[in-house]
């Protein structure tokens, strides 16, 4: 079975501008979540979906934001990007979104803002 | 909300020597517990996680941990640690209603081994 997949892997933007990841989850799998790791605040919840729903939310201001597709492939979007978003984006996949079920995480995106 | 300490932010450990990572949660009705690996310019791989039942879990690679219900710990062990288990290393914590699939991640701890 194939991984949870990132695309892309690695993403340079100027302040200002918007950035789409993406994240095709493991085959099957209903959940994704998507987190934010940086050096300085380490590794912060920033949104789940299920079955093309919004099922969580951190504490992230609307700049971010996401959606899920029909084939639960999820992307999330950040506008108006500003320096402090350079940081690292994992997502996770799971089979049922619960947290007794493992989530398994893609690589992650590196984005740096200029 | 929940939170969790990981106590040691790096610990350096000859190679063959044993290894505990600390891990302090806040405290809630119900919790689930998981430790996180994390190779360099990889994402997260789960080591092992507690639901419930016996308190002391065993994972992959020969680490277990203990939940320790009244001190709110999760440490995580290796008797003997090898080369390869150089990597950082994370705690998470679900306090699992209504939370889906939410997780609360420590700081990390980053564990480096010399030969």
């Known amino acids: 079975k194939a991984g949870v997949t990132q695309t892309p892997r690695y993403l340079i933007k100027t302040r200002g501008q918007q950035v789409t990841l993406s994240c095709s989850p493991i085959?099957?799998?209903?959940?994704v979540s998507w987190y934010q790791q940086t050096p300085g605040q380490g590794l912060q919840f920033l949104f789940e979906?299920?079955?093309?729903?919004?099922?969580n939310k951190g504490n992230f201001p609307g700049r971010f934001s996401g959606r899920q597709f029909s084939n639960s492939r999820s992307e999330m979007n950040v506008s108006t990007l500003e320096l402090g978003d350079s940081a690292l984006y994992l997502c996770?996949?799971?089979?049922?979104?619960?947290?007794?079920?493992?989530?398994?995480f893609g690589p992650g995106t590196r984005l740096t803002v200029l | 909300a929940q939170s969790v300490t990981q106590l040691d932010s790096q610990v350096p450990v000859f190679e063959e020597a044993p290894v505990e990572l600390r891990c302090n949660y806040s405290?809630?009705?119900?919790?689930?517990l998981f430790w996180y690996v994390q190779y360099p310019n990889q994402g997260l791989q789960l080591l092992l996680k507690?639901?419930?039942?016996?308190?002391l879990v065993k994972g992959i690679n020969g680490f277990e941990a203990e939940f320790n219900k009244s001190q709110t710990s999760f440490h995580l062990r290796k008797p003997s640690v090898h080369i390869s288990d150089t990597a950082e290393y994370f705690c998470?914590?679900?306090?699992?209603?209504?939370?889906?699939?939410?997780?609360?991640f420590g700081q990390g701890t980053e564990l480096s081994v010399k030969p």
């Open positions: 996770a996949s799971s089979i049922a979104g619960t947290d007794y079920n493992e989530q398994f």
């Open positions: 085959s099957g799998h209903r959940s």
């Open positions: 979906y299920f079955s093309e729903t919004q099922r």
């Open positions: 405290s809630s009705v119900s919790v689930y």
């Open positions: 507690y639901l419930s039942g016996s308190t």
């Open positions: 998470a914590v679900s306090d699992g209603y209504n939370q889906g699939g939410k997780l609360i």
